[in-house]
């Protein structure tokens, strides 16, 4: 890889995409970042060039990823909500692929999920799996990263469980909770990120970490590490959410939407593949012990104020 390498980041001032901007700095390598957050504070400012995501001009978007070599692809938005539709970031993405094709774009690497279908209930699963096909038929050379849950100081998963464990006297599960997931660390997802974007072959990887847990486990390991052991009881997945709904009211936000919890239910967020990650959540989390779920972290107030950087675990 020459050093003048140009390589474009989605989202470098989101969460997983600051990562992989950073270990392609580390690497010499100049960042471009396409986002929908120009003005987010961040430390990468400055270091990085920044254009828009102008998915509505398409001979734009072409112009903003022309030069590059590489596109790491993170964009995609959470669940459908009043502003952002799961539909929309397909119809978006669709363009981007087509954009980087036309701008001469060696390689992608799409950052996708665990267990896309296209016979899928969930939608995110669904809008997945028709992104990744889209990109395999669309001749650019790629690597389809599949994670399962990302862990890191910008998560809002593992954080929330923490915060919920510290504020209220019994944690509910969906179910008997007995359903796995996989997190990887958001730093190993980074490397393998870059890692593939200077590999050639064509590759799907499960993007996994060291630990498989049950989710009733994850909630008591988690209570253990920030030392508030609450009961777990099981509870109706529909119980669970009208709690979440309720909690998201008065936060202002989407706690946790039926589609995810049908998804983790079906164990859509686990795979037997082998880790590629080596870091262990356990370790992480005991490491951020005094910090992890002191703070909510809101997916609607990253999206509704897009100057503030995103809160995170110190
Ligand atoms: N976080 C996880 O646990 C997890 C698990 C499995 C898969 N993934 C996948 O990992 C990728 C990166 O996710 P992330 O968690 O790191 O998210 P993120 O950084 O918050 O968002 C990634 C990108 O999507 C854009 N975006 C997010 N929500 C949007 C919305 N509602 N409207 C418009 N743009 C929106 C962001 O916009 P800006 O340009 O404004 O920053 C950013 O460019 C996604 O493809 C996701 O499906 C994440």
Known sequence: MAASEVHVVTGAFGYTGRYIARRLLERG?????????????????????????????P??????????????????????HTTFRHATAVHNTL??????????????????????????????????????????????SYAVLRPAVVFGREDILINNIAWILRRFPVFGVFGDGGYKLQPIYVEDLANLAVTEGLRDADVIVDAIGPETFRYRDLVRQIGSIVGVKRPVTGVPAGV??????????????????????????????????????S???????????ACLGRRYHSELARRKDLHTPYVTVS
């Open 240 to 277: 669970g959410w009208a709690i979440g709904w309720g909690i998201g009211k008065v936060l202002g936000d989407v706690v946790i939407t039926r589609e995810e919890i049908g998804a983790l239910m079906a164990g859509l967020l686990h795979t037997k593949s082998s880790p590629v990650g």
């Open 29 to 57: 390598v100049q960042v471009r970042t396409l986002t929908n957050s120009a003005k987010r504070r961040c430390s990468l400012s400055g270091q990085v060039s920044v254009l828009p995501l102008c998915f509505d001009d």
């Open 59 to 80: 001979d734009r978007l072409a112009d903003s990823l022309r030069g590059a070599t590489v596109l790491y692809n993170t964009y995609w938005v959470r669940f459908n």
């Open 95 to 140: 363009r981007l692929f087509e954009a980087a094709r036309r701008a001469g774009i060696h390689r992608v690497v799409h950052v996708s999920i665990t267990n896309p279908s296209h016979d899928s209930p969930y939608e995110y699963f669904r809008g997945k799996a028709v992104l990744e096909r889209a990109l395999i038929a669309s001749g650019l």
């Open 279 to 289: 870091t262990s959540l356990t370790e992480w989390a005991t490491h951020h012990a």
